[in-house]
T-cell receptor
C-alpha cells in the first residue's frame, strides 16, 4: 500500500530533550515536506526537500532540523524542544501532476508532540 | 507572500443540506488550487484539485471551480451526509503549497 509512515504517533517529552520524528514513504517520491498544524493557523510548512541531499526552509523552520540522506526518509529533528513546539506534525510526500507540474501531496497520519 | 483565506467554522448543517465553504487566495502567477479533507485522527487527503482558470474539480459529490477573476475556489456539495463531517483545507501553489486555516464541518442527522 502506498503510504507515508510517521513515528511516533504520540510523544510527551520535556524541554531540552532532543527528539526525532521519523518519516518514510514507499512511493519513490522526490518531494517531501514537514508541516505543523495548530488551531486557527492551519498547516504551516517547516522544511521541505526537493530531492536527496536538497533541503530548504519553509515558513516556520526555527528550532527544527531535517536531513535527506535517502529518498524514502525525511526525519524531523528537534535539538532542544520548547513548549511552543507542542503541536501536531505531518509529513507529506508528492509526485508532480504530469500536466500542471503541481504537487499532489500524500500525508502521513500525524505525530502529536507535547513538550512540557 | 502567497496566502489562502477560508471561512471560519465550525459550519453546522443538517443532513441533505447544501454546503458552501468559501476560499480565496492571493498568489503570484497561476497556482494550482486544492481542497484537502481531514477526518478525525487522520492525515489530510486530497479531495479535489484544479490546475488552471475555469477548471472544475470534483470528487465524491463535492465540486469547486477555479475563478481567476475573483481569485476564489469555493467548495460546494448539493446534499451533505453525516460522513462528510471533517475539517476541510483549501490550498494553493505548485511545488510548495500554502494552506488555509481549515473549516470544520459538522453534519447532524
Amino acid at each position: 500500500e502506498a503510504q507515508v509512515t510517521q513515528n511516533p504517533r504520540y510523544l510527551i517529552t520535556v524541554t531540552g530533550k532532543k527528539l526525532t520524528v521519523t518519516c518514510s514513504q514507499n512511493m519513490n517520491h522526490e518531494y517531501m515536506s514537514w508541516y505543523r498544524q495548530d488551531p486557527g493557523l492551519g498547516l504551516r510548512q517547516i522544511y521541505y526537500s526537493m530531492n536527496v541531499e536538497v533541503t530548504d526552509k519553509g515558513d516556520v523552520p526555527e528550532g527544527y532540523k531535517v536531513s535527506r540522506k535517502e529518498k524514502r526518509n525525511f526525519p524531523l529533528i528537534l535539538e532542544s524542544p520548547s513548549p511552543n513546539q507542542t503541536s501536531l506534525y505531518f509529513c507529506a510526500s508528492s509526485d508532480s501532476d504530469r500536466l500542471s507540474g503541481a504537487n499532489v501531496l500524500t500525508f502521513g497520519a500525524g505525530s502529536r508532540l507535547t513538550v512540557l | 507572500g502567497d496566502s489562502v483565506t477560508q471561512m471560519e467554522g465550525p459550519v453546522t448543517l443538517s443532513e441533505e443540506a447544501f454546503l458552501t465553504i468559501n476560499c480565496t487566495y492571493t498568489a503570484t502567477g497561476y497556482p494550482s488550487l486544492f481542497w484537502y479533507v481531514q477526518y478525525p485522527g487522520e492525515g489530510l487527503q486530497l479531495l479535489l484539485k484544479a490546475t488552471k482558470a475555469d477548471d472544475k474539480g470534483s470528487n465524491k459529490g463535492f465540486e469547486a471551480t477555479y475563478r481567476k477573476e475573483t481569485t476564489s475556489f469555493h467548495l460546494e456539495k448539493g446534499s451533505v451526509q453525516v460522513s462528510d463531517s471533517a475539517v476541510y483545507f483549501c490550498a494553493s501553489g505548485r511545488r510548495a503549497l500554502t494552506f488555509g486555516s481549515g473549516t470544520r464541518l459538522q453534519v447532524q442527522p
